[in-house]
C-alpha cells in the first residue's frame, strides 16, 4: 500500500500548525516553503483537511490556516482520512469464483481468508493511526529535536504567521 505523498505533508502541517499562538494563521506559501514541498499540491491536501473540518482558513494579508480543533481532538487517521478518503485499503473481488474447478452454483459459506487478513490487518493500522493524535507528536518535538532547530524553527513559523 502506498499513500498519497498529500498525507505525509497534510501530518506534518498539523503538527506545525498545533504550535500556532492562537488567533494566528499560517499561509499555505509558507508551509509549502517550510516543507519544501509543491504549493499547488499542498493546497489540495489542506483544502481536503479544511473540508473535514481539521483546519481552517481565513483570508487576507495574514490569512492562511490553522488548526479549527484542539490538537488532542484530531487523530492521524483524521487527517489520513481527510486526504485519502474512509474506504478501506483492500477490495475484495472475489477472484476465488474463477477457479474451473468450482460447480456453477456453489456459494461460498464466509468471505476468503486472504481478505478476512487485509481487512484485519486494515482495522489494525486504522487502530494505530486512531490512537495517535497530532498532539502527541507535537509534544514530543522538545524532545526529540535539538534545542537550537526547534528555537529557530519557532522564529521561523512566527515570523511567517
Not at 478518503?85 to 469464483?97: L, N, V
Not at 474447478?101 to 456459494?107: D, E, G, L, N, Q
Not at 487502530?127 to 529557530?152: F, W
Request: aromatic share 6%; charged share 25%.
Amino acid at each position: 500500500m502506498i499513500l498519497k505523498n498529500q498525507n505525509e505533508w497534510a501530518l506534518h502541517c498539523c503538527v506545525v500548525l498545533a504550535g500556532l499562538p492562537p488567533e494566528r494563521y499560517l499561509s499555505t506559501k509558507a508551509l509549502a516553503e517550510f516543507h519544501a514541498v509543491p504549493k499547488e499540491y499542498l493546497s489540495k491536501a489542506l483544502q481536503s483537511l479544511s473540508q473535514a473540518g481539521i483546519i481552517e482558513g481565513t483570508l487576507g494579508p495574514s490569512g492562511g490556516y490553522r488548526l479549527a480543533r484542539k490538537a488532542s481532538d484530531i487523530t492521524f487517521l483524521d487527517v489520513v482520512e481527510a486526504v485519502e478518503g474512509k474506504s478501506s485499503t483492500f477490495a475484495c473481488t472475489e477472484i476465488r469464483k474463477n477457479n474451473p474447478c468450482r460447480p456453477a452454483k456453489y456459494r461460498d459459506p464466509k468471505p476468503c481468508g486472504v481478505a478476512r487478513v487485509m481487512w484485519e490487518a486494515d482495522e489494525a493500522w486504522r487502530k494505530r493511526l486512531r490512537a495517535t493524535k497530532v498532539s502527541d507528536i507535537a509534544n514530543a518535538l522538545a524532545d526529540e529535536v535539538p534545542g537550537d532547530i526547534l528555537e529557530k524553527t519557532t522564529a521561523w513559523v512566527t515570523a511567517h504567521t
